[in-house]
């Protein structure tokens, strides 16, 4: 009874074809090959979508196949709309025959969809030359998928010259491969997929593409091959590293795609590369915040993190990071960061040294005496006007004293910040008077600047448009400026980005069939 409904339904889906091809004239395919293209693939996807096993599709997609043939010879060799309808056909096609072994196709039913194939291809199909087909025909022609001798050399990790694997990876577009190694993971062939994998990731033309990559790793992960983990991501940029996080995000545990992040991490701070080092950070500081790791333990792998940083500005990134997670709690480890950026013999320019000093003033609004110390090293970088208001607004200030129990963090820590600050000052006031250090300050400015900002600063009304509050507000610069620093090291590294040349997305090539994978 079921194989009667099969070929009634079969007789039903051949109909329905027919029917397609009448309502469209040989003139009005040529001129509506976009919306003949469109109701074939529904019609088809319908029928297919109805096949519980690979066979049932199979037959499905060779009689498609025949009345596309059909068609074609009314369409022009270069139409788009056909061309990638062709494609999803001839993907489609090949992701079914994986089920098969070399010898099925010397039996039937394949030996017959073999000739129907070859009859189609060579009748009409092959003057369109798609890329696709093409390479179907010729696996159809060679006995099905999985008969090259080198791809199971390379399957079974038997010892292959590297020139014949790499010919072997070239000789296919990088998405036959692909669609080899989701069937294999979906029959648990686990070795295999990897093998496979490995071999596509090093192969200079399949491994632009990162799925084989991504694969790789997170079985290394899983595997708990971990220095070979960090062997192999250490050549990845960051963009690349993105990608592969958020590829998996839908298939992975936070759990690994936390150990991913962390080793990619490591990676580009040891490395000192800023190209988007902020998006890496926010997505590791997300994982942390969706497993609810507890303070203690970020804070304890942020130190482990940057004790491998090579670049004084990868500070920032985790300043924003750790802020937006624990908030006050945090502050005490961003204030450490700076201090020990500050006291590290890592390369800072005046630019990024200027930032932290405000950075710290902004952590710390209402420590007057820190406040004061960022203020004083913020100008003697910078020598303008205004960075010159900033100390005389600060110092103009009352004193005041300083209470451990009201500050956000601990006395050890104020203590060696305040060390770290006030050993790159030009001189100390602690002990002048306001006039002094009005003096001492101006001797340090251009005779430019001052002549030509003499009014404005010897003009005592511009105090009175400030507040103590808004003083601290002013001095802090949002480490978020950063960005801008990492916006131009995303256009420097633009050029880098290898793997992303064109990727192929094998879901909107293929025509939306069942996922046969899960029912193996």
């Given amino acids: 009874m079921a194989e009667e409904g099969s070929v009634y339904e079969l007789e039903g889906f051949e109909k329905q074809l027919q029917s397609l091809l009448t309502r469209y004239s040989s003139d009005e395919l040529r001129g509506n090959s976009k919306l003949f293209c469109s109701d074939f693939c529904k019609l088809v996807e319908e029928y297919a979508s109805r096949g519980q096993v690979p066979l049932p599709q199979l037959r499905i997609l060779e009689i498609s196949l025949c009345y596309f043939a059909r068609a074609c010879t009314f369409f022009p060799s270069n139409c788009d709309h056909v061309l990638h309808t062709l494609s999803s056909l001839a993907l489609s096609l090949f992701e079914l025959l994986l089920f098969f072994d070399q010898k099925d196709f010397h039996q039937e039913p394949l030996k017959q969809f073999t000739l129907t194939f070859q009859e189609c291809h060579q009748l009409a ?21 999985w008969a090259v001798p080198a791809l199971q050399a390379i399957l079974s990790e038997s010892n292959l010259p590297q020139s014949e694997v790499d010919g072997c990876i070239s000789s296919e577009m990088p998405v036959f491969f692909e669609l080899r190694v989701h069937y294999l993971l979906s029959c648990e062939r686990v070795s295999e997929a990897m093998a496979l994998a490995k071999c596509c990731a090093r192969n200079p033309t399949a491994g632009q593409h990162l799925f084989f990559l991504q694969v790789y790793l997170t079985w290394l992960f899983k595997t708990s091959q971990h220095d070979r983990l960090h062997k192999e991501v250490a050549e990845l940029n960051g963009k690349d590293a993105i990608h592969i996080i958020c590829s998996l995000e839908c298939e992975e545990k936070d759990e690994l795609l936390l150990a991913l992040s962390r080793a990619f991490l490591s990676q580009q701070l040891r490395k000192g590369d800023m190209y988007y080092l902020c998006d890496l950070v926010f997505i590791w500081s997300k994982l942390h915040s969706r497993l609810n790791t507890s303070k203690n333990a970020l804070l304890g792998e942020s130190r482990q993190l940057m004790l491998s940083a090579t670049n004084v500005n990868s500070i920032f990134p985790f300043i924003r990071a750790i802020l937006k997670v624990l908030g006050e709690d945090g502050i005490q480890f961003c204030v450490e960061l700076c ?51 900033m100390v005389y607004l600060l110092y103009m200030h009352p004193d005041q004293e300083y209470h451990v129990e009201h500050s956000p963090i601990r006395n050890h820590v104020r203590f060696e910040t305040l060390q770290v ?14 006039i002094a250090l009005r003096t001492n300050c101006l001797k340090l400015m251009s005779e430019k600047v001052v002549s030509g900002a003499l009014e404005e600063i010897m003009e005592d009304k511009w105090i009175l448009s400030y507040c103590t509050k808004e003083v601290a507000s002013q001095l802090s610069t949002p480490v978020c ?34 996922s046969l994978r899960q029912r193996h």
């Fill in 481 to 514: 400026q950063k960005g801008s620093k990492d916006t131009a090291a995303r256009k420097r590294n633009h050029k880098e980005d290898r793997h992303h040349k064109a990727d192929t997305d094998t879901a909107s090539k293929r025509l939306k069939l069942p």
């Fill in 125 to 145: 199909l092959g003057r369109l030359q798609n890329v696709h087909l093409l390479q179907v025909e010729r696996l159809v022609r060679g006995g099905g998928p």
């Fill in 421 to 434: 600050l006030k050993k790159d000052l030009y001189f100390d006031p602690e002990f002048w008077n306001l």
């Fill in 339 to 389: 201090a020990n950026a500050l006291g590290s013999c890592l390369p800072c320019d005046v630019i990024t040294k200027s930032l932290i000093y405000k950075t710290i003033a902004g952590l710390l609004p209402d420590d007057l005496e820190v406040c004061r110390a960022c203020a004083l090293l913020v100008f003697f970088l910078e020598r303008t006007v205004e960075a010159y208001k």
